[in-house]
Antibody, heavy 121, light 110 residues
Framework: QVQLVESGGGLVKPGGSLRLSCVAS????????MSWIRQTPGKGLEWISY????????YYADSVKGRFTVSRDNAKKSLYLQVNSLRTEDTAVYYC??????????????WGQGTLVTVSS | QSVLTQPPSASGTPGQRVTISCSGS????????VNWYQHLPGTAPKLLIY???QRPSGVTDRFSGSKSGISASLAISGLQSEDEADYYC???????????FGGGTKLTVL
């Protein structure tokens, strides 16, 4: 079955950095776009970024553009999110999700359980 | 403030039919399909409806989706206690060039 397992979260000071990872299993990772989505405390879901199946053309939400970088290693079936210049408002649970694109349909069909990033001094 | 607007809460008794609305604009719901997700805190969100009305394999037909104009809705029939969760709508926004979500609706089964 499809599994996505995130790691790399933790407590970091404002201005700090982290690298989040997501390891996939149960499907051909090479064939799918992947995405990062976060949920801030007490609030809803916010899409952050997606990357194509071959790692080209990453897309970012304006709120993280220039600070976050998405990448993938298909040989390791892994998705990454480098988060820099962290702000208190980046405190959230970060989810990776498999992103299905079959125009006109597009959707996140499987999600991981998330990794918590806390930005605080 | 979320781009898509959902009621913050909804409730029903077991066996009832409940509907959750999602309102957007011409740049998102008006042009693109809507997806719905179910989320229990501490767990992985689950895809319930994609392309506005399609159900993934394994999702019960008690869940159904519809879209009209710049609004969409999720209907849950035969309400069960296990349906108590947060529900989110989502759509691609052509103007923002990104995915937008509703603020979520917390469903309580009384």
């Amino acid at each position: 079955q499809v599994q996505l397992v995130e790691s790399g979260g933790g407590l970091v000071k404002p201005g700090g950095s982290l690298r989040l990872s997501c390891v996939a299993s149960g499907f051909n990772f090479n064939d799918y776009y992947m995405s990062w989505i976060r949920q801030t405390p007490g609030k809803g879901l916010e899409w952050i970024s997606y990357i194509t199946s071959i790692g080209s053309y990453p897309y970012y939400a304006d709120s993280v553009k220039g600070r976050f970088t998405v990448s993938r290693d298909n040989a390791k079936k892994s998705l990454y999110l480098q988060v820099n210049s962290l702000r208190t408002e980046d405190t959230a649970v970060y989810y990776c999700a498999r992103y299905v694109v079959e125009p006109p349909a597009a959707y996140f069909d499987f999600w991981g359980q998330g990794t918590l990033v806390t930005v605080s001094s | 403030q979320s781009v898509l607007t959902q009621p913050p809460s909804a409730s029903g008794t077991p066996g009832q039919r409940v509907t959750i609305s999602c309102s957007g604009s011409s740049s998102n719901i008006g042009r693109n399909p809507v997806n719905w997700y179910q989320h229990l805190p501490g767990t992985a969100p689950k895809l319930l409806i994609y392309s506005s009305h399609q159900r993934p394999s394994g999702v019960t037909d008690r869940f159904s989706g519809s879209k009209s104009g710049i609004s969409a809705s999720l209907a849950i029939s035969g309400l069960q206690s296990e349906d108590e969760a947060d529900y989110y709508c989502a759509a691609w926004d052509d103007s923002l060039k990104g995915w937008v979500f509703g603020g979520g609706t917390k469903l309580t089964v009384l």
